[in-house]
T-cell receptor
Framework: DAMVIQNPRYQVTQFGKPVTLSCSQTLNHNVMYWYQQKSSQAPKLLFHYYDKDFNNEADTPDNFQSRRPNTSFCFLDIRSPGLGDAAMYLC?????????????FGEGSRLTVL | GEDVEQSLFLSVREGDSSVINCTYTDSSSTYLYWYKQEPGAGLQLLTY?????DMKQDQRLTVLLNKKDKHLSLRIADTQTGDSAIYFCADPSGGYNKLIFGAGTRLAVHP
């Protein structure tokens, strides 16, 4: 049974047209993450939530925003996608704080920008 | 700053052993992790090693840790076609709640 579910799996958008990717979890984990993964590159952490506490990475562009309305759901908003934002976006959760411990990943949302 | 490096590709024959290597820069991590990503899927934890251990064995998997050289390796014995995937080394040294990944090693298993 899927525990971290991402929708949509594939998203095609036009240059500059806002996009929202969603993530839901049934694990009741405190921490939720968004990673960006480009081809042959390491997944790059964009931001994470510890409960409602939002933690942005210093090099995450302002074009990327996130919302966590409750424990189960987290959204990634890309306000004005550029061609360089085409990537796989991975949502993950963790039950631990401090040492991140085991992360549970969704299957990812692949974003194409035309 | 933190950095995790891996070679990008490894090709092995079915039945042979695979060794995937990783180097990291931060030595304060409590654990180090190996994640596996199969085609079209998310990352999944494969195994991990506690930083005060040199070796951990888990069925066909052997993890070796050399803290002095900051080198981590994953050995897969009797590699099967089902082991074809991308393997990521991960280090929690990025800070509170953070996991830093290497670029991943794509393992191709051929007959």
């Amino acid at each position: 049974d899927a525990m971290v579910i991402q929708n949509p799996r594939y998203q095609v958008t036009q240059f500059g047209k806002p996009v929202t990717l969603s993530c839901s979890q049934t694990l009741n984990h405190n921490v939720m993450y968004w990673y960006q993964q480009k081809s042959s590159q390491a997944p790059k952490l964009l931001f994470h939530y510890y409960d409602k506490d939002f933690n942005n990475e210093a090099d995450t562009p302002d074009n990327f925003q996130s919302r966590r309305p409750n424990t189960s759901f987290c959204f990634l908003d890309i306000r004005s996608p550029g061609l360089g934002d085409a990537a796989m976006y991975l949502c993950a959760t963790s039950a631990r704080t401090g040492d991140a411990g085991e992360l549970f990943f969704g299957e990812g949302s692949r974003l194409t920008v035309l | 700053g933190e950095d995790v490096e891996q070679s990008l590709f490894l090709s092995v024959r079915e039945g042979d052993s695979s060794v995937i290597n990783c180097t990291y820069t931060d030595s304060s991590s409590t654990y180090l992790y190996w994640y596996k990503q199969e085609p079209g899927a998310g990352l999944q934890l494969l195994t991990y090693i506690f930083s005060n251990m040199d070796m951990k064995q888990d069925q066909r998997l052997t993890v070796l840790l050399n803290k002095k050289d900051k080198h981590l390796s994953l050995r897969i014995a009797d590699t099967q076609t089902g082991d074809s995937a991308i393997y990521f080394c991960a280090d929690p040294s990025g800070g509170y709640n953070k996991l830093i990944f290497g670029a991943g090693t794509r393992l191709a298993v051929h007959p």
